[in-house]
């Protein structure tokens, strides 16, 4: 398996623009997690699915950050209008079962708004 | 609220030598405890895990001790090398078996 694939690296965006973070999750695991990490606050969980459903999304900052996941193998984070604040290196991880095994990352998405 | 957190932010090690990692959780209720590893540029790695019903589990070179009894974990790693340079993280499952939470990391600094 190829492991959890985000896209893109690297994203350099202007405040106010639309930003969309791709994600790719282990096949056969049934839950995904947004991360963000910055310097000042660590890993934030923003959302995670199981099984495509939202189960909790009280991480996210506020309404202009969207998370869907249409199917098992793909998710999206949406920022929109994007600030300097959010400025940040955001994670996707998946896992089979969390509290048996833990997560697996993927490499980041590192976000610079402008 | 539930955390989990680190008594030492950074930590210098000559290679070869042996480095100890701590952290303290809050959550009594805990029954599963996990250590990732994160190097530069890289999202965090598994190392070694650890359920509440042992105090001890051995990896290559890695060692996890819990001591429920005072809600702390630690982390050593046996002739620390230059490639162990990284941000190490302890999480905990906390009251939810769905996710886990994670400390604010410790930045180990291998010194050759």
């Known amino acids: 398996d190829a492991g959890v694939i985000q896209s893109p690296r690297h994203e350099v965006t202007e405040m106010g623009q639309e930003v969309t973070l791709r994600c790719k999750p282990i096949?056969?695991?049934?839950?995904l997690f947004w991360y963000r990490q910055t310097m000042m606050r660590g890993l934030e969980l923003l959302i995670y699915?199981?099984?495509?459903?939202?189960?909790?999304d009280s991480g996210m900052p506020e309404d202009r950050f969207s998370a869907k996941m249409p199917n098992a193998s793909f998710s999206t984070l949406k920022i929109q209008p994007s600030e300097p604040r959010d400025s940040a290196v955001y994670f996707c991880?998946?896992?089979?079962?969390?509290?048996?095994?833990?997560?697996?990352f993927g490499s980041g998405t590192r976000l610079t708004v402008v | 609220g539930e955390s989990v957190g680190l008594h030492l932010p950074t930590l210098s090690v000559q290679e070869g030598d042996n480095s100890i990692i701590n952290c303290a959780y809050s959550?009594?209720?805990?029954?599963?405890f996990i250590w990732y590893k994160q190097e530069s540029g890289k999202g965090p790695q598994f190392i070694i895990d650890?359920?509440?019903?042992?105090d001890k589990r051995q990896g290559q070179r890695v060692t996890v001790l819990l001591n429920k009894t005072v809600k702390h974990l630690s982390l050593q790693i046996a002739a620390t090398q230059p490639g162990d340079s990284a941000v190490y993280f302890c999480?905990?499952?906390?009251?939810?078996?769905?996710?886990?939470?994670f400390g604010p990391g410790t930045s180990l600094s291998v010194i050759p």
């Open positions: 991880a998946s896992s089979f079962m969390p509290g048996d095994y833990g997560y697996t």
């Open positions: 096949s056969g695991h049934d839950y």
């Open positions: 699915f199981n099984n495509n459903v939202p189960i909790d």
């Open positions: 959550n009594s209720a805990s029954d599963y």
């Open positions: 650890i359920r509440s019903n042992m």
């Open positions: 999480a905990e499952t906390g009251t939810s078996y769905d996710k886990v939470i």
